[in-house]
T-cell receptor, first 115, second 119 residues
Framework: DSGVTQTPKHLITATGQRVTLRCSPRSGDLSVYWYQQSLDQGLQFLIHYYNGEERAKGNILERFSAQQFPDLHSELNLSSLELGDSALYFC??????????????FGEGSRLTVL | AQTVTQSQPEMSVQEAETVTLSCTYDTSENNYYLFWYKQPPSRQMILVIRQEAYKQQNATENRFSVNFQKAAKSFSLKISDSQLGDTAMYFCAFMKHKDGGTSYGKLTFGQGTILTVHP
């Protein structure tokens, strides 16, 4: 158990809909990262938040947005969903002072299926 | 931009034998981390081993060891005494060292290698 909690584990929805994925980082971790794993694109970095502030963006679509709340949990919002958005979405967190390890702790992922 | 290449889509090995998974990467950075992550059927991404580029000594974690060749930009994973529980997808990944924070924590993954351990 990595200590990172993601909900829901599975989600099935229709094209054009909007969903929210939630992530609770490990206790004490200030950084949250979102990754997407799909058959076409593999594992891709989406976005990084540190203590409520956006720090880096990767290949995140404009239809997607994220935020990190004062209690450090994060939400990834996916809107106007398309078939190609079907993927496994991972959240990861890292220790606030252990930067020299570079280690990220991953949740179990949220499997999104768009029909 | 960094790229990570895993040229072996699938590998198989007999239980108790040794297997090596290959990974090459391309970067202009001098300071970085390299990782091997394991993703079993449960989907969880599990860190197997980590290497800091400035360290010449190859990292070792129990049955797992790496052969890090910085000049060749190669980072292979050797699994000794393979066990059935090692069956999983293995990902090689690259991360820039702390550089002011803009890309910190951004992992660039390879395509993955499916490893099957046979009894």
């Amino acid at each position: 158990d990595s200590g990172v909690t993601q909900t829901p584990k599975h989600l099935i929805t229709a094209t054009g809909q909007r969903v929210t994925l939630r992530c609770s980082p490990r206790s004490g971790d200030l950084s949250v990262y979102w990754y997407q794993q799909s058959l076409d694109q593999g594992l891709q970095f989406l976005i990084h938040y540190y203590n409520g502030e956006e720090r880096a963006k990767g290949n995140i679509l404009e239809r997607f947005s994220a935020q990190q709340f004062p209690d450090l949990h994060s939400e990834l919002n996916l809107s106007s969903l398309e078939l190609g958005d079907s993927a496994l979405y991972f959240c990861a967190s890292s220790v606030r002072t252990g930067w020299n390890t570079g280690e990220l702790f991953f949740g179990e992922g949220s499997r999104l299926t768009v029909l | 931009a960094q790229t990570v290449t895993q040229s072996q889509p699938e590998m198989s090995v007999q239980e108790a034998e040794t297997v090596t998974l290959s990974c090459t990467y391309d970067t202009s950075e001098n300071n970085y981390y390299l990782f091997w992550y394991k993703q079993p059927p449960s989907r969880q991404m599990i860190l197997v081993i980590r290497q800091e580029a400035y360290k010449q000594q190859n990292a070792t974690e129990n049955r797992f060891s790496v052969n890090f060749q910085k000049a060749a930009k190669s980072f292979s994973l050797k699994i000794s005494d393979s066990q059935l529980g090692d069956t999983a997808m293995y990902f090689c990944a690259f991360m820039k060292h702390k550089d002011g924070g803009t890309s910190y924590g951004k992992l660039t993954f390879g395509q993955g290698t499916i490893l099957t351990v046979h009894p």
